[in-house]
């Protein structure tokens, strides 16, 4: 998938999975520019153990304001990041039909999938970095996420690196 073509919105964790590692810059190198919505951005900044540039400061990632009066009764236990990412995925899917979710939790993945979304989560895009040689080693920056205790299945990086780290 040659992702420079989609139209990318993120949710947050990608965001702050990719600077946990310090590949934050993988985003721009694959996507060219990426959306999120106001309610990622509030995420993002209301901060945690993981060190994230503010996104108004980073010339890539553009600000859309939320989408107001959601009624979709899938998406009314999501929080509002993973909500207002998959909103902004329909409304974009629906007037150019090139929208790329950035999302990691499962249940939003599967929303996501259901309203006919293409999605890519943080191991994807360390995959898509490793074949377009922007990472030496897939596995390592992986496993480096597990230890900034944020959780993929072992499983799934161990299938991923069979493929990709040859």
């Not at 139209?7 to 600077?19: D, K, Q």
């Not at 999120?36 to 509030?42: F, Y």
């Not at 108004?56 to 600000?63: A, P, V």
Request: proline letters at 2%; a positive charge; aromatic letters at 4%.
């Amino acid at each position: 998938m040659n992702s420079k073509k989609y139209n990318v919105i993120s949710n947050t964790t990608p965001i702050i999975a990719l600077a946990s590692i310090g590949k934050l810059e993988l985003i721009p190198k694959l996507f060219k520019e990426i959306s999120i919505a106001e309610a990622v951005r509030d995420e993002i900044k209301a901060g945690g153990r993981i060190k994230v540039p503010s996104p108004e400061k980073i010339e890539w990632i553009k600000i859309k304001q939320n989408v107001t009066g959601i009624k979709d009764k899938l998406l009314l236990d999501l929080d509002e990041g993973e909500k207002q990412t998959i909103v902004m995925g329909i409304e974009a899917d629906a007037s150019t039909g090139d929208c790329l979710l950035l999302i990691d939790e499962r249940k939003g993945r599967k929303i996501a999938l259901s309203k006919g979304l293409m999605i890519k989560g943080t191991l994807g895009i360390l995959a898509d970095a490793k074949r377009r040689g922007l990472i030496d080693d897939f596995k390592t920056n992986a496993l480096r996420l597990l230890e900034n205790n944020l959780y993929y299945d072992l499983r799934l990086i161990e299938a991923i690196s069979r493929e990709v780290d040859k």
